[in-house]
């Protein structure tokens, strides 16, 4: 006969023995477990160099967002940038680019962060292996549209020329671009997006040259050495000089200058608050019985 008791008691027994016993790969599971994570931080840790105590590591920007498109049968996929919007003079060049998944460059990084060596290197490689145009927003139209629409302008022109119509189109800053396919902006893009960076580096080594050829044209004002950013002898030769035809003329160091330099180029601004004098016509008087 089957006691009762054996049988409520051993699977007790045994869940308690399961309990304080642990199994024989439990030890390896908990070493793992706890590795992981030194692991996963040793693999995304960028390695410095040596002595660089205090130096923040930033990961380069990576080929991730295109291949996941890519993965979908979302093909070709661009990146583009611009360079220039800050400058006081010279036009915005913005930038697309269609890497090929299989010829990348090694070294592609947002173009600020790269030497000049280092960019023109990079844009030889990049304009022989991938899909590349630019475009380039004049002084004229900055001053005529303002800095962001000429910037967007350039953009969408520069998606428009690439050889191949892209169906996906990734964009550094917040504004999207109106185009056909879909657009997708990114801020700081040039430092996460491997496609957005190529663009950044061939927009800036573009305008780099033009500003250098535009200093043959204007010697005394060290566009080959500042590019036209307002650092302190670009401001010193606006004050000593005035602006050229290629200063943007709403942006402030300029119209300055220009005040200085053309005071009859500047148009006096009008006072909204005064007053202006009406002269009323003395109305003709009609005698009311005339209509009786």
Request: hydrophobic content about 45%; overall charge positive.
């Amino acid at each position: 006969m089957r006691r009762p008791g054996r049988l409520r008691t051993i699977p007790a027994m045994i869940r308690n023995k399961s309990a304080k016993t642990p199994a024989k790969d439990a030890p390896k599971k908990d070493a793992a477990r706890k590795a992981a994570p030194a692991k996963a931080a040793k693999a995304s840790a960028v390695k410095l160099p040596a002595g660089g105590k205090g130096i923040i590591a930033i990961a380069p920007p990576s080929f991730r967002r295109e291949r996941a498109l890519i993965k979908r049968g979302v093909w070709p996929v661009a990146g583009c940038d611009e360079a220039g919007r800050g400058p006081l003079a010279g036009p915005v060049v913005a930038a697309a680019v269609i890497l090929d998944p299989d010829r990348i460059p090694r070294g592609i990084d947002d173009s600020k962060r790269l030497t000049a060596e280092e960019r023109e290197r990079l844009f030889d490689k990049i304009c022989a292996t991938a899909q590349v145009s630019v475009a380039v927003a004049s002084r004229s139209r900055i001053d005529r549209d303002n800095i962001l629409r000429a910037s967007l302008w350039a953009l969408k022109r520069a998606v428009v020329a690439l050889p191949d119509s892209p169906r996906h189109v990734f964009v550094d800053g917040r504004d999207r671009l109106d185009t056909t396919c879909d657009c997708e902006a990114v801020i700081g893009g040039d430092g996460i997006v491997l496609s957005i960076a190529a663009a950044s580096i061939v927009a800036k080594v573009t305008r780099d040259r033009l500003m250098c050829a535009l200093a043959q044209d204007c010697p005394g004002y060290g566009f080959e050495q500042h590019k036209g950013y307002a650092v302190p002898e670009h401001l010193d030769a606006l004050d000593r000089l005035g602006p050229t035809v290629h200063h943007r003329s709403f942006f402030a160091p300029v119209a300055a200058a220009r005040a200085k330099h053309m005071p009859w180029t500047v148009e006096p601004a009008q006072d909204l608050f005064s007053v202006t004098e009406v002269q009323v016509e003395a109305s003709v008087e009609v005698d009311a019985s005339a209509n009786l």
